[in-house]
Nanobody, 116 residues
Framework: VQLQASGGGLVQAGGSLRLSCAAS????????MGWYRQYPGKQRELVAS???????NYAESVKGRFTISRDNAKNTVYLQMNSLKPEDTATYYC???????????WGQGTLVTVSS
């Protein structure tokens, strides 16, 4: 499975960005898709995840501001980020664990920078 992320950039505090992640290859092997973010020198942390059945999970720090969604027909997951804060500045990674093995699939990181 290959994950192609896009949509990062520079935005002012209070603004919005939408990240996209398209999965290709053996997409039948994945169910859950999500986004992690990583601050410099820190471990990656879960931002949000969504199952094929649209069950969602969010980090407390983004609840009410970020919305994760997916288009199963396009094998694409989205992260709508509103009311962005400088502390949301990080590299965001698309993620999908395999249903049938211990493999985890990661997209390339996309940098989100929120200026104050």
């Amino acid at each position: 499975v290959q994950l192609q992320a896009s949509g990062g950039g520079l935005v002012q505090a209070g603004g919005s960005l939408r990240l996209s992640c398209a999965a290709s290859g053996s997409t039948f092997t994945i169910d859950l898709m999500g986004w992690y973010r990583q601050y410099p020198g820190k471990q990656r942390e879960l931002v949000a995840s969504i199952s094929r059945a649209a069950s969602t999970n969010y980090a407390e720090s983004v609840k009410g501001r970020f919305t994760i969604s997916r288009d199963n027909a396009k094998n694409t997951v989205y992260l709508q980020m509103n009311s962005l804060k400088p502390e949301d500045t990080a590299t965001y990674y698309c993620y999908a664990p395999s249903r049938y093995s211990l493999d985890d699939y990661w997209g390339q990181g996309t940098l989100v920078t929120v200026s104050s």
